[in-house]
Nanobody, 115 residues
C-alpha cells in the first residue's frame, strides 16, 4: 500500500503563486510515476502534470509555461510550483502515484484563486 499526503494549498489572488508538495510512504518501488491532477465540482478529474522516476515529464496544456513539477526520488516527494495562477485554476488538487499497475491518490488540497 501507498499513502500520499499533500500540503500547500490555499487562497491566493490572480497572478500569485503557490507551491504544492506531496510525500509518499509505504511500499514504494524505484519505478513509478508521481504527479498532480485537479478536480472541480461536476467535472472529471483532470491531469495537471506528471513526472516519472526516470524524469519523463508531462504537462496539461493549461499548465505549460506556468506550472513546474519536480520530484525527489530518494524522498518519494513531488512538488508543483504554480505561477501566474488564474481563477480557472481553482480546484482540489490531488497527488497521485502510478506503480505496478495501481494508481494511488492523496486526500486532496484546495486551491482557490480569486480575481
Amino acid at each position: 500500500q501507498v499513502q500520499l499526503v499533500e500540503s500547500g494549498g490555499g487562497l491566493v489572488q490572480a497572478g500569485e503563486s503557490l507551491r504544492l508538495s506531496c510525500t509518499g510512504s509505504g511500499t514504494i518501488f524505484e519505478t513509478n510515476i508521481m504527479g498532480w491532477y485537479r478536480q472541480v465540482p461536476g467535472k472529471e478529474r483532470e491531469l495537471v502534470a506528471t513526472e516519472s522516476s526516470g524524469a519523463v515529464i508531462s504537462y496539461a496544456d493549461s499548465a505549460k509555461g506556468r506550472f513546474t513539477i519536480s520530484r525527489d526520488n530518494a524522498k518519494n516527494t513531488v512538488q508543483l510550483q504554480m505561477n501566474g495562477l488564474e481563477p480557472e485554476d481553482t480546484a482540489v488538487y490531488y497527488c497521485m502515484m502510478d506503480q505496478l499497475g495501481w494508481r494511488y491518490w492523496g486526500q486532496g488540497t484546495q486551491v482557490t484563486v480569486s480575481s
